[in-house]
């Protein structure tokens, strides 16, 4: 199995930046100091990093320390594996010095000044989403250009790139090492593997490693557990031997990327794994493997994988970069670190990353705990005398083992489980303790953590229409319905789209509601680019291109996704695609989602039964006379009416309630019921004229 390594992000004080939640984050650093532009210096310095794993690339983010006396003169390339090439600097600045910049399409516009330490978008030809083709692995290259030499003196002082990608919610890998083609072998065999995760497929990555004298023999294609077929690789005249790749919609066209690198490479027409999107990833999945030139050359199927994406995602991410020092000399032997989470979506499930620097793992208890005081214990006393922890905690994880500075997906040691946090509501206060049971024996610092909220879709619906639209002889409109079930009002909603176009910038893309609302997702005719594959969510990063970016993106407009919010998803909803330039260019409606995501609720308040003046403490006397003054002495109103049911009845009523509470602690009268007088807790009896003014702050701290 190709495992995916990672590197410590080491840009991660340098840039000031979060790091990715759910996602795959790899940092490649270099520090060449490579002198130029001055007399007796070259005029371009180049210089490279090489990332050895393969990753499935979203973002590409490149960090650059580069002393000129005249960034007016500079021009700052970067290429990736895939041999894509994006212009970061183009000698803009004027006679300002220096540049010191992450480059990020989510960055500010590209302009000086240029030494800000902070992220800007390349200035063009090419934006960073364009390096997302091909996965990361291999060496990428930056080169910086003086335009006017033997002027002014400049230095590559250092730079990064870092590649953050999406995770897969479900790996499955088999190694059979079956054996084909030769005489007395079988010219085709079928390898089988199962997928346990009951997953809706989002997208799908299949990797191969097969040994093979004349790959160009061999044709690869796969089936799901629902029966669909994707063809991978047809035969072609490449005569190279061994075939070690991974198939993906993001990877890069072949031929022109090596089979040996382990690179994403775009599977065989017709057809894309998008075509998979919507189906269930649970049950048994098969490789076809054949060698159309039998009895002339062997091959063997060493190992092959299915990464399923699922349709879960973070809907809420937080992260602190506190840098905190502890468990040393003159140190605190713990610290404890909070996140204000703000949303209040029901939790499905939690992820903590966790950055740390530690002289001694062996030492080290790290814990978790909610808004809601459930706690779960990631890191105890384990790892030896290893240092580190760089561990995104995930019920996906690998199981609790070392390493622990893998920058990898593990699951916590316990006691608890992330799946405690289930149901909860995410708002308040969410807590991170470190403590060091030997302190002043090194110590360690909590350099940072983040907290991620995912949820499911309640419902996701796809149609596949493969509408052909605006080439000569076809139309130049292509609208597709789907029909979706009575269900609960929308609370939040996105769509997904696979268009390929020759010419994107001549297309109109909207969305329909079966109460007539429109929203348009794309209109920007200054776009040559092809394709349009987004997710549309209003949570998207800002709209431009690329819009072949297999990332998540805000409608154009007019209108927002947020306009669909509140109504019955029940009916029939339409995607329609309109190339008003037909006829020069051709596009096919291929696949559309829907997905509605969960409901949006706000939980119970929590309370104390019978806590009338909502001080935190049930007192009979106290909270009797309070609730006795408010109804009739126009004293203060109770900050919680849930609280002042003193008796669970559903009735908030001063006499009864107080006299119940006077009886109950001092003539032997029955307890209040649940949440009770000791612990908080929610009513069980919700009732609609019973709520909670205020939150009660010694609930929810």
């Known amino acids: 199995m190709r495992t995916i390594a990672y590197s410590f992000p080491v840009a991660l004080c340098l840039l000031g930046a979060a790091f990715p939640i759910g996602a795959q984050s790899h940092t490649e650093c270099s520090n060449p100091a490579l002198s130029f532009g001055d007399i007796g210096l070259p005029a371009a310095v180049s210089d490279t990093v090489a990332f050895d794993e393969y990753v499935t690339v979203a973002e590409v983010e490149v960090a650059t320390t580069i002393a000129h006396t005249f960034i007016g003169d500079l021009t700052v390339q970067v290429t990736s594996p895939a041999l894509v090439t994006v212009t970061l600097h183009a000698e803009g600045g004027g006679a300002d010095a220096d540049i010191v910049a992450f480059w990020n399409d989510a960055g500010a516009p590209n302009g000086p000044p240029y030494d800000c330490i902070c992220a ?65 072998l079988p010219a085709s065999i079928s390898e089988t593997l199962a997928v346990a995760e009951d997953l809706v497929i989002d997208d799908v990555e299949v990797s191969t490693a097969i040994a093979h004298v004349w790959i160009g023999d061999v044709v690869l294609a796969v089936s799901t557990p629902t029966g669909s077929s994707l063809s991978l690789k047809a035969l072609d005249a490449s005569d190279a031997d061994d075939l070690d790749v991974t198939w993906s919609d993001r990877g890069a066209a072949y031929p022109g990327v090596s089979l040996l690198c382990g690179c994403g490479v775009i599977p065989a027409v017709p057809g894309s794994f998008a075509d998979l999107a919507g189906e269930t990833a649970r ?11 039998a009895a002339t050359s062997a091959g063997t199927l060493e190992e092959w994988c299915v990464r399923v994406f699922g349709a879960r995602r973070p809907s809420v991410e937080e992260c602190s970069l506190p840098g905190t020092a502890f468990g040393d000399a003159g140190l605190p032997s713990a610290i404890q670190d909070t996140i204000e989470i703000a949303a209040e979506r029901a939790v499905d499930d939690v992820e903590v990353t966790t950055v740390l620097t530690h002289a001694f793992l062996g030492d080290l208890t790290l814990a978790v705990t909610s808004p809601a005081a459930t706690a779960v214990t990631l890191f105890a006393a384990s790892g030896g005398d290893a240092d580190d922890i760089a561990v995104i905690w995930s019920a996906l994880g690998k199981p609790h083992a070392p390493p622990f ?30 403590e060091d049971s030997f302190a002043d024996s090194g110590g360690g610092t909590l350099d940072g953590w983040c907290v991620a909220i995912l949820t499911l879709p309640a419902l996701e619906l796809c149609a596949a229409p493969a509408l052909d639209f605006g080439a000569p002889g076809l139309p130049d409109f292509a609208a597709s319905a789907l029909s979706v079930p009575a269900g609960a009002p929308i609370a939040d909603l996105e769509v997904r789209t696979e268009i390929p176009h020759t010419f994107s910038g001549d297309l109109v893309v909207a969305i329909e509601s079966p109460a007539g609302t429109m929203v348009t997702l794309h209109d920007d005719a200054t776009i040559a680019d092809p394709d349009i594959r987004v997710t549309w969510s209003d949570a998207g990063r800002a709209y431009g291109a690329p819009y072949a970016c297999a990332c998540t993106m805000s409608p154009a407009g007019p209108g927002t996704l947020a306009d669909l919010a509140g109504s019955p998803p029940a009916g029939e909803w339409t995607l329609m695609c309109e190339d008003f330039f037909p006829a020069s260019d051709a596009g096919t409606l291929d696949v559309w ?33 309070y609730f006795l003054t408010w109804a009739f002495a126009a004293g203060p109103a109770p900050p919680c009416l849930d609280a002042a049911d003193a008796d ?52 929810n701290p």
């Open 120 to 184: 800007m978008q390349p200035s063009g030809p090419g934006s960073m989403g364009d390096l997302a083709l091909g996965g990361a692995i291999g060496t990428w290259t930056l080169v910086c250009s003086d335009a006017f030499p033997a002027s002014d003196a400049g230095t590559l002082a250092s730079w990064c790139v870092t590649a953050t990608g999406v995770y897969p919610s479900a790996t499955a890998c088999s190694a059979p090492g079956t054996e084909f083609g030769l005489t007395g």
């Open 593 to 625: 989602c829907l997905r509605f995501l969960a409901e949006t609720t706000a939980l119970a308040p929590k309370f104390l039964r019978g806590d009338v003046n909502g001080n935190g403490d049930v007192s009979a006397l106290a909270d009797a006379l």
């Open 648 to 699: 669970g009845d559903n009735d908030a009523s001063a006499l009864v309630d107080a006299l119940f509470l006077l009886a109950w602690q001092f003539a032997l009268g029955p307890q209040p019921p649940a949440p009770g007088t000791k612990a908080c807790g929610a009513d069980d009896d919700l009732d609609a004229a019973l709520d909670c003014a205020a939150p009660a702050i010694y609930c």
């Open 405 to 434: 500075d893998c920058a990898c997906f593990a699951q916590p040691s316990g006691p608890g489980l992330l799946a405690d946090f289930a149901g909860e509501s995410p708002a308040g206060t969410w807590t991170l303790d470190c």
């Open 283 to 293: 049950g048994e999945w098969i490789l076809n493997c054949a060698d159309d030139y």
